[in-house]
């Protein structure tokens, strides 16, 4: 862990997330998929000073061909080239196994996920509590998930199903584990909304809220209308503050180039210069607006001391 020791803006999520509470905004927790999109993500936060994370998870590590050591190699030379100084995290996604999480905590990363969200309350407790010790020991941030977030694409969750998260186990779990986030389930679902519509149960979260003072997080942020992530975040006593968005991202990018299926990392790297230029420009684009519209994150980087 010495690449981020020497940016000192290369939070931890835990130290992210606690400016964003305390001043009412989320941190867009975005998912390139494709590392050529990490630069314009950054250009992003950079031209509108808002707060960042960059994130992957295991099942797009996979799916898309990256290893956890590329995926941050072209993210601390990224942060270096584009000369990024807005406060960012680097966060692994959705991971259930633990040798991905220690590749990595070595690669770099300063904040990691394990979810064991299909256990029972107990054996999640377990897991999580395992990972919990093992990345705080290495100065690292974990957050954990309770609950079933289901999906719309299987990229990022393998099933479609959804499990609420009860505030009396959050409190439990958060205090049994020592998690720094916990992502819940109320309402949102990964990837895009075609036939279900998305919903964000706001008496669960401020349950939750009144019970733990954990960092909430929201996966499934694609599509969620704008106003209603908006109450999510601003509730009285500190509502979301980590929004994942992935799914959006990757449309854009193949919209803008005219392509409809999925590429794999190395045949995205393989595009022409040109093509690149356009799907980068239109990922930075909407993560303007993201930024802007959305998460409320814009020109509150002054509000870190690095």
Do not use: W
Request: proline share 4%; aromatic share 6%.
């Amino acid at each position: 862990m010495t690449k981020q020791m020497k940016l000192k803006n290369v939070l931890t999520l835990k130290g992210a997330l606690v400016n964003a509470e305390q001043n009412g905004y989320a941190i867009g927790s975005f998912s390139p998929r494709y590392t050529p999109m990490i630069r314009p993500i950054l250009r992003a936060g950079q031209k509108t000073q808002s707060p960042l994370i960059v994130q992957i998870s295991q099942k797009e590590l996979e799916r898309y061909g990256i290893t956890p050591f590329e995926f941050a190699e072209e993210f601390y030379t990224a942060l270096t080239e584009e000369k990024i100084t807005v406060p960012v995290v680097l966060h692994l996604d959705h991971t259930k196994q633990f040798s991905v999480i220690k590749d990595a905590i070595e690669a770099g990363f300063t904040s990691v996920m394990i979810d064991a969200s299909e256990k029972d309350l107990e054996e999640n407790i377990s897991i999580s509590r395992k990972a919990v010790d093992y990345a705080h020991a290495k100065g690292v941030s974990v957050e954990a998930e309770l609950g079933k977030i289901g999906t719309t694409d299987f990229v990022e969750t393998d099933k479609d199903e959804e499990l609420y998260t009860d505030p009396e186990e959050a409190l439990k779990f958060v205090n049994e584990t020592k998690c720094d986030a916990l992502a819940v389930s109320v309402g949102t679902a990964h990837g895009v909304y075609n036939v279900r519509q998305p919903k964000v149960d706001l008496a669960r979260l401020i349950a939750i809220r009144d019970l733990t003072p954990v960092h909430l997080v929201l996966h499934g942020g694609s599509g969620v209308p704008s106003e209603m992530m908006k109450d999510a975040i601003k509730l009285p006593k500190g509502g979301i503050s980590k929004v994942n968005i992935a799914t959006d991202l990757e449309n854009a990018f193949l919209k803008a180039i005219s392509r409809e299926e999925r590429l794999t990392n190395t045949e995205c790297k393989a595009l022409t210069p040109e093509q690149l230029e356009i799907g980068r420009k239109a990922v930075e684009t909407t993560v303007i607006e993201k930024i802007q519209d959305y998460l409320s994150s814009g020109n509150q980087s002054g509000k870190f001391v690095l």
